[in-house]
């Protein structure tokens, strides 16, 4: 059977709705959702109204008059206006439930329409140590990558790194130097960079030097190749280790940089040109996509190559769309980047229209605020320094680690393996703060508020589904195929939050923010919790203690998933 009971009910409507006004209602919303009055309220009499000009209260008569599923509805009462308060059948609850409770996928199904979908996220600049400015772009990246192909969708992530262009004849020229008296250390990128940077500034004559190794390094200089390629590799190597620590999808084969799409440049641009899509304009090729103007009114510019012949993100950005669409085979493409770049991202997708690049795919933006401190300013280390996301994660787990001590403490127990505990719920606290804010919005990083294992937090969800574990291992008969019983209001609440699992993942599939799934999960927590109160579970009555069992079993199942789907791990005990 259906376990999405949303999705059975908007069907027995649908029904009564053509049955009453004819098919040319049959897609009619129901506008469905949960009541404190009823297990739901459909408010479809009210919004029809406009299109049949009839009395709602009268239309919500005759549409409960033409209901016709005794097996799913125990009764519907009409409210005020034309309300519909409907209460569902306990065994049609009961039997949702054990079909989910049998489900690995926890009632989740697979989208009827798959799609490949590309996803641009993370994307770092090589040759620099990623600071937690790129946080957000990775970890919500990755929540939406892990939903998706859960869906069923084929993702093809794509990790736009920033590995070409004039910062690095700067960065090679320091190198090749760094080579010459023997204290290369790339493996230290931050200050590598710094060092690099301070010559590039104080000295003329080793700026103009990195100036001509750009020439070199864009004209394929076998030499310059190589030094580029060192640094590529010593950021790559990084990188795996911070994709490592934050347990994100991304793979080496996943790196599409700025590089892979230079030799598509100059072809592109004269492609553009040739069709009188792009013009000159001061010795720059330029591309005018409709609709954007500057703030003297005239059309907005998108250049495609520079007056020095260079090509820049313009072009580089159109290249990439293009091969998204035509080479990876995108039909819906995703780019998880911060919300400064809206505009330019926006004429990069209408300059994909323009000439004819889109096919049939559709792009968009995920974009996203800032991480801010607790002075609401961008988040900073004390000395004024951007935040190193290595850094970042070691003062998490350093936190987590006391935090797990003094529970054990507490407790009289013998802690957890400390370490592993401590990593889980670091990258916890971290990733649930970032996705569980409206990803439009800036945030105030608080290591006190996000590890705090009470309150909407990773650790509560993490603490909520290893007390279900904790229950679960005392049980000491099987309980797996007794019938769910629903008796108690905590047992209902607990029955409908569960069922409402699968809307939850496909809300978050339809509109990319994760913090959607983040409420759920909050919202069953507390749910089982409530439950946990109300109703005894080990010191219930047989075949109570059996139905609750199973109850307390299927929330560690959805809250696991859950979790997964945003990449948070579940702990046994905590």
């Known amino acids: 059977m259906n376990t999405n009971v949303v999705t059975e009910l908007t069907a027995v409507l649908r029904a009564a709705i053509v049955k009453t006004l004819g098919p040319e209602f049959a897609e009619t919303d129901p506008v469905l959702r949960r009541s404190t009055h009823a297990d739901f309220q459909a408010n479809c009499a009210l919004a029809l109204q406009k299109l049949t000009k009839e009395n709602p209260r009268a239309l919500a ?105 004039t910062p690095f004849g700067m960065l090679i020229e320091h190198l090749l130097d760094s080579d010459a008296d023997g204290t290369t250390d790339t493996a230290a990128l931050n200050s590598f960079y710094k060092q690099a940077r301070a010559k590039f500034d104080s000295s003329p004559e080793f700026a103009e030097r990195a100036r001509r190794r750009v020439v070199l390094l864009q004209a394929g200089d076998a030499e310059t190749l190589a030094s580029w390629r060192r640094l590529i590799d010593e950021s790559k190597l990084y990188m795996r280790g911070i994709y490592a620590r934050l347990g994100v999808l991304l793979k080496g084969e996943d790196i599409c940089g700025e590089s892979f799409f230079n030799p598509a440049l100059a072809p592109l641009a004269q492609e553009l040109e040739e069709r ?58 995703l780019y998880v980047v911060g919300s400064p770049q809206s505009q330019h991202l926006a004429m990069i997708f209408k300059a994909g229209e323009l000439a004819g690049y889109m096919g049939g795919a559709r792009a968009e933006h995920v974009q996203f605020g800032s991480v801010l401190g607790a002075d609401g300013k961008m988040f900073k280390t004390r000395e004024g320094e951007t935040v190193r996301l290595s850094a970042l994660l070691a003062e998490g787990e350093e936190r987590a680690k006391a935090t797990v001590l003094a529970k054990a403490t507490e407790r009289d127990e013998p802690p957890p393996a400390v370490d592993s505990a401590a990593h889980s719920i670091a990258i916890a606290a971290i990733k649930y703060a970032d996705l569980s804010s409206d990803r439009i919005k800036d945030y105030v990083f608080d290591w006190d508020r996000m590890l705090a294992d009470k309150g909407n937090t990773g650790p509560y969800l993490q603490y909520a589904y290893a007390r279900t574990q904790s229950i679960l291992r005392k049980a000491d008969a099987p309980f797996e195929s007794a ?47 409530t439950f946990y109160t109300a109703c005894p579970v080990l010191k219930a009555e047989p075949e109570l203690r059996a139905s609750r069992l199973a109850l307390c079993k299927l929330s560690g199942q959805v809250l696991q998933r859950g979790l997964e789907l945003l990449g948070i791990t579940a702990i046994e005990r905590m």
């Open 61 to 165: 008569t005759k549409i409960v008059a033409n209901l016709d599923a005794p097996s799913v509805l125990e009764r519907v009462e009409i409210a005020g206006p034309g309300f519909l308060n409907i209460h569902l059948r306990a065994d049609f609850l009961a039997s949702a439930l054990a079909a989910q409770l049998a489900d690995e996928r926890a009632g989740v199904a697979l989208s009827p329409a798959p799609e490949v979908v590309v996803i641009d996220y993370s994307s770092p600049n090589a040759a620099k140590e990623m600071h937690v400015g790129h946080l957000r772009s990775t970890v919500i990246g990755d929540a939406l990558h892990r939903v998706l192909a859960f869906r069923g969708h084929r993702v093809v992530p794509q990790n736009h790194l920033g590995d070409w262009g």
């Open 483 to 529: 019938p769910i019983l629903l008796n108690e209001p905590a047992e209902r609440a607990l029955a409908l939050t569960l069922l409402a699992f699968s809307d939850a993942v496909n809300d978050v599939e339809s509109s990319l923010e994760p913090h959607r799934l983040c409420t759920y999960l909050y919202e069953l927590a507390s749910v089982t919790s």
């Open 276 to 333: 009188g899509l792009a013009s000159i304009n001061e010795g720059a090729l330029c591309l005018y996509p409709p609709g954007f103007v500057n703030r003297e009114g005239n059309p907005m510019a998108l250049m495609l190559r520079k007056q020095d012949g260079g090509f820049g993100y313009g072009a580089t950005d159109v290249a990439a769309l293009r091969y998204r669409v035509e080479k990876l085979g995108g039909t819906r493409l």
